[in-house]
């Protein structure tokens, strides 16, 4: 089975702070994706990577930072939290292959105080 | 962008009742994605149906492309059903990113 796993499930962390949020697959896949979850508005996407070091904007990346330094796991930066990114934080990934079929990980529940 | 809209946003069934969830989407896709996301947060993919119907046990799903909807069926439903449903699609321009309906929230009480 595939396996997506996220650092944190719970993090509480206080305005201008800089967080890390990190994600691992298991899988060897290549496309790796930062969502969040707001209610009402479903998963927007934050940022998304095809490849180590390499990254796309999604629709919201203000405020966020990636990195991905090796295929297997893909990091969120929160450079200065703000209250406004209390959030639920999902990663996702997809094989090249088939990259339709998109495998999450249990989400990071963030509040920003 | 493409628009998804998903319909109900909220459903309150008895265990055991039927339901057709609906999701409306504004262009031609590539990709259509059923998702069931668990009171724990966990998402899980129940179908990859870009056109056509597929079942899996008591769900399941038909999409119709060129009228720009999907349905997904649960039959008998059960208390372990209760969650938020979301319909995800991709476009048709090569690009692969997926566009997230604002999901069905499902209470199935006993």
């Known amino acids: 089975d595939v396996k997506v796993t996220q650092s944190s499930r719970y993090l509480v962390k206080r305005t201008g702070e800089k967080v890390f949020l990190e994600c691992v697959q298991d899988?060897?896949?290549?496309?790796m994706f930062w969502y969040r979850q707001d209610p009402g508005l479903g998963l927007r996407l934050i940022y998304f990577?095809?490849?180590?070091?390499?990254?796309e904007k999604g629709d919201i990346p203000e405020g966020y930072s990636v990195s991905r330094e090796k295929k297997e796991r893909f990091s969120l930066i929160l450079e200065s939290a703000s209250t406004n990114q209390t959030s639920m934080y999902l990663c996702a990934s997809t094989p090249a292959a088939n990259a339709w079929t998109q495998y999450f990980g249990p989400g990071t529940r963030l509040l920003v105080l | 962008g493409i628009q998804v809209e998903q319909s109900p946003p909220d459903l309150i069934l008895q265990e055991g009742a039927n339901s057709t969830l609906r999701c409306n989407f504004s262009d031609s896709v590539n990709n259509l994605q059923w998702f069931h996301q668990n009171p724990w947060g966990q998402l899980i993919n129940l179908f990859y149906i870009p056109s056509g119907t597929k079942q899996n046990g008591r769900l399941s799903a038909t999409t119709v492309a060129t009228e720009r909807y999907s349905l997904l069926y649960i039959s008998s439903s059960q208390t372990t059903d209760s969650g938020v449903y979301f319909c995800?699609?991709?476009?048709?321009?090569?690009?692969?990113?997926?566009?997230f309906g604002t999901g069905t929230k499902l209470q199935v009480i006993p």
């Open positions: 990577s095809y490849d180590v070091k390499m990254k």
């Open positions: 995800a699609v991709g476009g048709t321009g090569g690009y692969q990113k997926v566009t």
């Open positions: 899988m060897d896949h290549e496309n």
